[in-house]
């Protein structure tokens, strides 16, 4: 599917964000984008360059944490043959390739404390220089950054440049997360679903069940609009029933019972106490203040927890059909079902 480049949403500090990156896009300076992951940093860029009167211009991506420390300077900078080891033939760098249009720097708190000097100056004067050459050239390059780190405090911590931070923040625009987007995740839900649904080339859209709006609503949603995204798309292509509406969605698709375990360090041995004669009230204390592993409630607790873990995942291996499941589990169909029944998985 083509990357989702429509904002989507009603809320008003979302409305807010979206209307502060308009009234900016058309001003020839420097904007920082801040906002958790997911929430739409990238858009709101390429919101900026569309907005702006450099529209037909290049609109240039490097996303600084994706890149070496060793070879992100050669990559913003551009380098000459020879330059270093490997430089066979001279390069433009993205400040070249962005000439008279934008260059969209994200996760710029990742930078390297020599491209962030290099950048400073960029920035400042308007000219780069490539890596093994003494000539700088003058560039026309409106740049956007983003990031979901604390600038002011690394600043402060003297983690990235305060100078640089001073000129690349002439506005900033700060996105809000996803759960305090009041409303905006049933306008979403929908959204996504019906584009899948569409993809999908289902006859129409059944919408979501009950089971599933409500576990989507109390969701906390840290990965955002990106996280809300995936959940959606992934219920939809797995529900099997076109006819009803979508009652199963699962948030973390590594879960499983027969998830791989983590190897166990054995842990050294402690010396063994030497032993002494206690009398039975010091018996009785001690016994009283050792954990208790016969606590059946909780043992039956976890049994139940795990049961239902096993039925979601064979319902879930079986594209919910019953019947498969049953055969799967190597229960009858009215075992199935009374298990289903008891665990609350019958709308599944």
């Given at each position: 599917m083509a990357r989702e480049t429509q904002f989507v949403g009603e809320s008003g500090a979302f409305l807010d964000a979206v209307e502060k990156a308009s009234r900016a896009a058309p001003l020839n300076r420097p904007v920082l984008v801040v906002g958790e992951r997911g929430t739409g940093k990238e858009l709101i860029a390429e919101r900026l360059h569309r907005l702006s009167l450099r529209?037909?211009?290049?609109?240039?991506?490097?996303?600084?944490?994706?890149?070496?420390?060793?070879?992100?300077?050669?990559?913003?900078?551009?380098?000459?043959?020879?330059?270093?080891?490997?430089?066979?033939?001279?390069?433009?760098?993205?400040?070249?390739?962005?000439?008279?249009?934008?260059?969209?720097?994200?996760?710029?708190?990742?930078?390297s404390t020599g491209a962030q000097?290099?950048?400073?100056?960029?920035?400042?004067?308007?000219?780069i220089t490539r890596i093994g050459s003494s000539r700088p050239q003058r560039v026309d390059v409106r740049i956007v950054a983003a990031t979901n780190a604390d600038l002011p405090k690394m600043a402060d911590e003297?983690?990235?440049?305060?100078?640089?931070?001073?000129?690349?923040?002439?506005?900033?625009?700060?996105?809000?997360?996803?759960?305090?987007?009041?409303?905006?995740?049933?306008?979403?839900?929908?959204?996504?679903?019906?584009r899948m649904a569409a993809e999908l080339e289902w006859p129409s859209w059944p919408g979501f069940g009950r089971l599933a709006s409500e576990a989507l609503n109390r969701h906390d949603w840290?990965?955002?609009?990106?996280?809300?995204?995936?959940?959606?798309?992934?219920?939809?292509?797995?529900?099997?029933?076109?006819?009803?509406?979508?009652?199963?969605?699962?948030?973390?698709p590594f879960e499983s019972p027969w998830k791989p375990r983590?190897?166990?360090?054995?842990?050294?041995?402690?010396?063994?106490?030497?032993?002494?004669a206690h009398?039975?009230?010091?018996?009785?204390?001690?016994?009283?203040?050792?954990?208790?592993?016969?606590?059946?409630?909780?043992?039956?607790?976890?049994v139940e927890a795990y049961e239902k873990r096993i039925l979601e995942a064979a319902l879930a291996k079986s594209r919910y059909n019953q019947r498969q499941t049953a055969k799967t589990l190597n229960l009858t169909y009215d075992q199935l079902r009374h298990s289903l029944k008891r665990h609350d998985l019958l709308g599944s």
């Open positions: 529209w037909d211009g290049p609109f240039i991506t490097l996303n600084c944490a994706a890149m070496p420390e060793t070879l992100i300077e050669a990559e913003l900078f551009g380098h000459e043959a020879g330059a270093f080891t490997g430089a066979t033939k001279a390069r433009v760098g993205r400040f070249e390739e962005a000439d008279g249009g934008t260059l969209f720097l994200d996760e710029l708190g990742t930078l000097e290099r950048l400073l100056r960029a920035v400042e004067y308007g000219e003297n983690k990235f440049r305060a100078d640089l931070l001073d000129r690349l923040s002439f506005e900033v625009v700060t996105l809000p997360p996803l759960r305090v987007r009041e409303g905006d995740i049933p306008v979403l839900m929908d959204y996504f679903g019906r840290p990965g955002n609009v990106r996280e809300l995204r995936n959940v959606i798309e992934r219920a939809v292509y797995q529900w099997n029933d076109h006819s009803r509406p979508v009652d199963h969605v699962v948030f973390d983590e190897k166990q360090v054995k842990p050294e041995a402690a010396p063994a106490a030497p032993e002494t009398s039975a009230p010091e018996q009785a204390e001690t016994a009283a203040n050792e954990p208790a592993f016969d606590r059946i409630d909780d043992m039956k607790a976890a």
